[in-house]
């Protein structure tokens, strides 16, 4: 009898996930539509091109959503359980509070496991595709960035002047054996070309370590200068916004590539980061079930049900902009990224751990 119980809970909530995540797919295709319809209307594409990238963007949005997802699905199964007395006849059979509490928070925190292993694979394909099959339409040709097995390189025009850098990125604020061609662009005429075994890049004006310059239109006079600067459009901050968002990562890739993505240039705080960020979203799945049991079960009133629902939604939107505010504080440096990712998820455990002790004993 307890198997086919757990069962009817297990698969009633998982239906109810899959409702919910149905409904956020919809809501996230038309939305996001509009967005790729508002992008491509210059090119004469039709809708096929749109409807398509939204296909390959949404899985990932969802994924992000996630937890919100699992809160409203949580809430959303117990008030009907608790609607239609199935949790009265659940208490019947001696199960307790805490135990359907538990029962549904593990099935939670298994859910996410599956998305991070199983997942994450298939939307990191489909995202790279979203971001390849945009930059073919991209306006701005004129300032590119891409980084590959030979390191970093860079094509900005300055004043009619091609630049073109190639460069290997190193830890905080440096970029190392670096080598620079200026072309005219007018005439594709080489004007000079700079060689540097480091740069401080934290500033959009570049301060060269030692350069070696050869002035082509000088019968190639080479200078030497010990604080060479340059002026780009590109810094450290606006480098690392390349390696912030890993979607076209997944867990598994991270893991098993872990030092030839560091080898490419991505920064190490970045993709520990991420690390723990899939780490944690089953957890935080756990959390966010306890979180709408606590607003939910509290009360056997079915009065009060929109009284819950309302305030666990606020309650949601906090802990979204608590979640915000924790990576800002980690991007700024004011605590360690990896306390950003963490930070929401302990507060959420301790209010979770309060109001389950007061669950139990009704």
Avoid at 113 to 120: D, S, Y
Avoid at 238 to 244: E, H, M
Avoid at 320 to 335: C, E, P, V, W
Wanted: glycine share 4%.
């Amino acid at each position: 009898m307890n198997k086919i119980i757990n069962n009817y809970l297990i698969f009633g909530f998982l239906k109810t996930i899959f409702n919910v995540i149905l409904v956020f797919i919809c809501l996230g295709v038309i939305l996001n539509l509009f967005e790729e319809i508002e992008f491509f209307k210059k090119f004469d594409l039709g809708l096929s091109l749109p409807i398509l990238l939204t296909i390959m963007y949404i899985p990932n949005l969802v994924i992000k959503l996630l937890p919100f997802i699992i809160f409203i699905s949580a809430m959303w199964y117990l008030i009907s359980i608790k609607t239609n007395k199935d949790l009265l006849s659940l208490k019947v059979f001696g199960f307790s509070n805490l135990k359907i509490i538990a029962m549904l928070s593990l099935t939670a925190f298994l859910f996410g496991a599956i998305i991070i292993i199983v997942v994450t694979p298939v939307t990191s394909l489909m995202v790279k595709f979203y971001e390849q099959t945009k930059s073919k339409y991209s306006r701005d040709i004129d300032h590119l960035f891409s980084v590959n097995k030979n390191g970093l390189w860079i094509k900005e025009i300055n004043d009619n002047v091609l630049r073109i850098t190639s460069a290997k990125l190193s830890s905080d604020n440096f970029i190392n054996d670096i080598t620079i061609y200026e072309i005219n662009k007018n005439n594709n005429k080489l004007l000079r070309r700079i060689e540097s075994e480091k740069a401080d890049i934290s500033q959009n004006q570049w301060v060269f370590k030692k350069a070696t310059i050869y002035d082509l239109n000088k019968e190639n006079e080479i200078i030497f200068e010990e604080n060479f600067k340059l002026n780009s459009m590109y810094n450290v901050d606006k480098l690392n916004t390349f390696y912030r968002n890993l979607d076209t990562i997944s867990f598994i890739q991270l893991i098993n590539e872990y030092d030839l993505l560091l080898d490419r240039g991505y920064n190490k705080e970045v993709l520990n980061e991420q690390i723990n960020i899939f780490f944690a979203l089953p957890v935080f799945l756990f959390l966010m079930v306890i979180l709408a049991s606590i607003f939910t079960m509290g009360n056997i009133n079915k009065s009060q049900n929109l009284y819950y629902v309302f305030i666990s939604i606020i309650t949601c939107v906090i802990i979204y902009y608590f979640k915000d505010l924790s990576i800002a504080m980690g991007q700024t440096n004011r605590i360690s990224l990896m306390m950003s990712v963490w930070m929401p998820i302990l507060a959420i455990g301790l209010f979770c751990t309060i109001g389950i002790l007061q669950i139990n004993e009704k």
